[in-house]
């Protein structure tokens, strides 16, 4: 019991203490601005200035807990969690309001809440790999000018009830502002995006990662059950297919070898790739990605062998082949196939997604053969 208070005493500091209270009044403020105690005889010239009042008092305590939590060195996970939460819904329940009321168009909120989900989302990977995204200026901004028209859109309730041509105008003013934070919106999350735009690759990168070391742990385990052999023949990967074939415990039961062929003297040379093929249809091709398979299951005598040619970028390709091209081909007893894959990304998110690919082909060719 003596844990659990102390737990309870490190969670409930002042400034956790204020942004629940914030969370709490919300549906308080939303209340008064759709006008639900009307049927208990309160005036709807009160609760708009009620909602106004509640609205501007929450927002500022935004502030409040803030500071409190740095002023009082009582920063706590809690607080970190809950704090852009209590942000979100404040924001959240004055917009749905908006809809409500026929304020905003909902093609505008959409906009405003799949950036904010996307932020989110991406600060969520980012901190479950260790890395911290602080809010930048234009996103700042961003919030700022949509505190002002939401407060402005509030306002013109109050406003209206004395005088209905200062409303007007207030009401035009807000809608300048309304603008403005829809284009801040759509930009900040462009800039967010562009600026860990290496977290989302890193990201992605581990996951093509392992999802590679599934298929070859898939592979190594058919090939052994079957007694069969690979080898490769790589080109743009420079030997990432057999690397990953070799990180798999027991691989050298079934791996014979590897020729990293990255040049066109070496295809000719170590896979007897003809010189009139790459002549005719240059080194990225179906045609050579189909000798460079047959080529090195001769040499290393394997049952498949696969082989990889291509731009992996960004530099490089043709208008016909432009970077991100690569070339797939497959030989065994049952025959030879090559396929022509596009894929996006930077140089190494290219290069994997070959690897992928080409394990993916290995592995199914396997199944196939007996």
Partial sequence: MATQHKELQSIWTPANIVTCVRILFIPVYMAFALGAFTIVGISYEFQAIAAFVIYMVLSLTDKVDGHLARSRGEITDFGKFLDPIADKLLVFSALLIF??????????????????????????????NGEVIAADKLGKWKTAVTMVAICGYLLVDVIALYSVDAASI?????????????????????????????????????????????????????????????????????????????????ASACLKGGAVTYCDEAKQALLGVSPSTLQSFTAVSRQTALEMATGSRQVYASDIAVSTTGYAGPCGGTEEEPAGTVYVGI?????????????????????????????????????ELS
């Fill in 99 to 128: 809809i409500e009321q026929g304020v905003l168009a909902s093609w505008i909120v959409f906009i405003i809440l799949f950036r904010e989900f996307l932020v989110s989302a991406l600060r969520m990977v980012a901190s479950a």
């Fill in 170 to 250: 207030l009401l035009t003013v807000c809608h300048v502002f309304r603008a403005a934070a829809v284009v801040l919106t759509v930009v900040s999350g462009a800039q967010y995006f562009w600026n860990c735009r290496k977290i989302v690759f890193r990201v992605w990168h581990m996951e093509l990662e392992q999802d590679i070391y599934a298929l070859c742990q898939k592979l190594v385990e058919t090939c052994a059950a079957k007694g069969l052999t690979v080898s490769t023949a790589e080109s743009c990967t420079a030997g990432l297919v057999a690397a990953h074939i070799a990180d798999v415990s027991g």
């Fill in 331 to 367: 030989a065994s007893k049952r025959g030879h196939q090559a396929w022509r894959c596009s894929f996006a990304g930077d140089r190494q998110q290219v290069r994997l997604e070959a690897v992928r690919f080409a394990l993916d082909q290995l592995l199914r060719e396997s199944m």
